[in-house]
């Protein structure tokens, strides 16, 4: 998205397909630097405008989630001792999962 918009000049960044992307809090945690430039300052706002907009909408990358696996402190999710499934679920025990 970025080099295809009016102003693009240069885009400098070290994340590639597959990197792990933490949220940036300073300049030692940012994704790059852009460099725009155009004889209109009107399109060269825009742009400007739409990336500060991709800024807070996260929308520089498309996410994909980390496979995640839930453990309970018990065997919760294995073969009970009678060989069947256990409930993983109960209203009378809800932090089973805690």
């Known amino acids: 998205v970025l080099k295809q918009l009016s102003s693009f000049v240069y885009l400098e960044t070290g994340i590639k397909p597959g990197s792990v992307v933490e949220h940036t809090t300073d300049l030692f945690t940012n994704i790059g630097c852009v460099i725009l430039m155009h004889r209109d300052e009107d399109v060269l706002r825009k742009d400007v405008d739409r990336i ?6 996260n929308a520089f990358f498309i996410y994909k989630a980390q496979k995640t696996m839930w453990r309970s402190k018990s065997s919760t999710f294995g073969m009970s001792q009678g060989g069947g499934h256990r409930r993983v679920i109960s209203t009378e025990n809800p932090e089973i999962f805690w």
């Open 52 to 57: 500060r907009q991709m800024e807070k909408d």
